[in-house]
């Protein structure tokens, strides 16, 4: 199955900073998806990346706020820029495929704590 | 607006029980339902998925019941064990036309005492 490694798995960030965090996949996969997950909560979709094209995001997210760079078929980033302590989430990262035929891996996440 | 709607929200159970979570869902156009089971400090792992020309899938301890005419799945653990105690998500995706984005259910948080 695929194998997700995401970095930085947590990091604490003053109010105003951005951080970046990267998504790297052990196979070519064509669509990669980023998800906000908020303590104790859903995952909601923040966006999925296409290598070669712009990313897509779901309502309520920008991309001036989650600019995402998708140079190659294993790797993805996601910014989080200007940050505010209600961004304070954990970010993951997946892609569809490894599990299965149509299943979906995450990597670990990104925990961020804004202050 | 909230298209899979799962319950209860936290669930406690003795060990070797069963846990039952329900998945409702009001899109027609879905046509894949796999459970997430999350641990702390972990991303979800795929645990069980189903498509709706099947009515139960099982594996291991874990069965998904499924009924399409009322647009409802189910995710029962049979013989309950402390290990199994995570948060469950239902979610649902579209074919390929429509992105393949994955819509998740609120999470049940599971409980199992030993």
């Known amino acids: 199955s695929a194998v997700i490694s995401q970095k930085p798995s947590r990091d604490i960030c003053q109010r105003g900073t951005s951080l970046t965090i990267q998504c790297q996949v052990d196979s070519q996969v064509t669509m990669m998806f980023w998800y906000r997950q908020q303590p104790g909560q859903s995952l909601t979709l923040i966006a999925t990346?296409?290598?070669?094209?712009?990313?897509?995001?779901e309502s309520g997210f920008v991309i001036d706020k989650f600019p995402i760079s998708r140079p190659n078929l294993t790797f993805s980033t996601l910014t989080v820029s200007n940050m505010s302590p209600e961004d304070s989430s954990i970010y993951l990262c997946s892609v569809r495929g490894g599990q299965g035929l149509d299943g979906y891996t995450f990597g670990s996440g990104t925990r961020l704590t804004v202050v | 607006q909230q298209q899979v709607k799962q319950s209860p929200q936290s669930l406690i159970v003795q060990k070797g029980g069963i846990s039952i979570i329900n998945c409702a869902y009001e899109?027609?156009?879905?046509?894949?339902f796999p459970w997430y089971q999350q641990f702390p400090g972990k991303g979800p792992a795929l645990l069980i998925a189903i498509r709706p020309d099947v009515s139960e899938k099982k594996e291991g301890r874990f069965t998904i019941s499924f009924n399409k005419s009322a647009k409802q799945f189910s995710l029962h653990i049979m013989d309950s064990q402390p290990g199994d105690s995570a948060t469950y998500f239902c979610?649902?995706?579209?074919?390929?036309?429509?992105?393949?984005?994955?819509?998740f259910g609120g999470g049940t948080r599971v409980l199992v005492k030993p």
């Open positions: 899109n027609t156009a879905f046509d894949y």
């Open positions: 990346a296409n290598q070669g094209s712009e990313a897509t995001y």
């Open positions: 979610a649902a995706s579209m074919n390929k036309a429509a992105g393949n984005k994955l819509t």
